[in-house]
Antibody, heavy 118, light 111 residues
Framework: EVQLVESGGGLVQPGGSLRLSCAAS????????MTWVRQAPGKGLEWVSV???????YFADSVKGRFTISRDNSKNTLYLQMSSLRAEDTAVYYC????????????WGQGTTVTVSS | QSALTQPASVSGSPGQAITISCTGA?????????VSWYQHHPGKAPKLMIY???NRPSGVSNRFSGSKSGNTASLTISGLQAEDEADYYC???????????FGTGTKVTVL
């Protein structure tokens, strides 16, 4: 079964760091485009970052310079390293697979919650 | 890169058809066929409903259809059902370095 399971969310103080994980099953992370999307409380979906199968990555302006995206082939896992966290980074973070033929996000995880607060 | 513009809410009675618009610019919706639509029930994972403007993934009801004209894409739900009540988001590939952009989201209410 094709599945994504996120973990690593929690409560962190402003300025702190956190690493989110997204474990995949049923397909290989490194052979696909993978992305992170978040939803702040009461807000809509916001695209955060993408990593292409070739390794190139892009970020939303709101997280550029603070977040990095990576993957581990041996663990078939996608990561989002978040640093210099701000209150406005509080959100449910979803990982998703992008079908590279049509750039649609066809497989999604259930999400992990990040709360940035003192 | 601003979010694509969607109406905040759309409602309809069971059996009716509704249409949700998604307005972007020539840098995104107007220049690419990579427009997708997602259904999101609160607390659940979003679900891909339409890709490449008008294509339905396997398993998605044919009551859902998509189209595009210029800088505006649209999602139509025909034969509205109670289970269609959810938030809907469009998204598009964009020529900006940010690559992807979502719409502001539309809450669909079945009366």
């Amino acid at each position: 079964e094709v599945q994504l399971v996120e973990s690593g969310g929690g409560l962190v103080q402003p300025g702190g760091s956190l690493r989110l994980s997204c474990a995949a099953s049923g397909f290989t992370v490194t052979n696909n485009y993978m992305t992170w999307v978040r939803q702040a409380p009461g807000k809509g979906l916001e695209w955060v970052s993408v990593i292409y199968s070739g390794g190139g990555s892009y970020f939303a302006d709101s997280v550029k310079g603070r977040f990095t995206i990576s993957r581990d082939n041996s663990k078939n896992t996608l990561y989002l390293q978040m640093s210099s966290l701000r209150a406005e980074d509080t959100a449910v973070y979803y990982c998703a697979r992008i079908d590279h033929s049509y750039y649609g996000m066809d497989v999604w995880g259930q999400g992990t919650t990040v709360t940035v607060s003192s | 890169q601003s979010a694509l513009t969607q109406p905040a809410s759309v409602s309809g009675s069971p059996g009716q058809a509704i249409t949700i618009s998604c307005t972007g610019a020539s840098s995104d919706v107007g220049n690419y066929e990579y427009v997708s639509w997602y259904q999101h029930h609160p607390g659940k994972a979003p679900k891909l409903m339409i890709y490449e403007v008008s294509n339905r993934p396997s398993g998605v009801s044919n009551r859902f259809s998509g189209s595009k004209s210029g800088n505006t894409a649209s999602l139509t739900i025909s034969g509205l059902q109670a289970e269609d009540e959810a938030d809907y988001y469009c998204s598009s590939y964009t020529s900006y370095s940010t690559i992807y952009v979502f719409g502001t989201g539309t809450k669909v209410t079945v009366l």
